[in-house]
């Protein structure tokens, strides 16, 4: 089920029109109906906002299956408490920064946190690429 799928079997659910839906997520009606007939992949700003309008989390909207699958990478101790301290760098230096802002808005804490848990998944597909592309005789021997 895609995107659009999803938002109007919700809308439907909820027993909204696209015009009703449209009002509360502050959208044109003309968008949402490219938005449900996939015409359009709408921005994360306007998933919150259709998510929010329909009373769902936005996960609810984009599925599990439209998530990106990756195989379960398996961290011993060590990279763990370097990710995990690369994650206290970044958090550091986004709290530090002035004015952290989106598209000219400031960021929320929800946006904040959501920007984290991009980050973080960004540094452990990072980190098991690199893993796996590592030749074994490059390898360090607490990486075998």
Known sequence: MT????I????KERKLT?????????????????????????SLSTLESVAGALGVQVSAIVGEENLIKEEP???NA?????????????RRDLENSDGLSF??????PEAVESLMEAMEHIVRQTQRINKKYTPKKYRKDDQE
């Open 3 to 6: 995107v659009g799928q999803r």
């Open 8 to 11: 109007k079997a919700i809308r």
């Open 18 to 42: 696209q015009v009703q839906l449209a009002d509360k997520a502050n959208l044109s009606r003309s968008y949402l109906a490219d938005i449900e007939r996939d015409r359009y992949n709408p």
């Open 73 to 75: 990478a398996e961290y």
């Open 78 to 90: 060590k990279e763990e408490k370097d990710i995990a301290k690369r994650m206290e760098e970044i």
């Open 103 to 108: 598209s000219g808005e400031p960021m929320s």
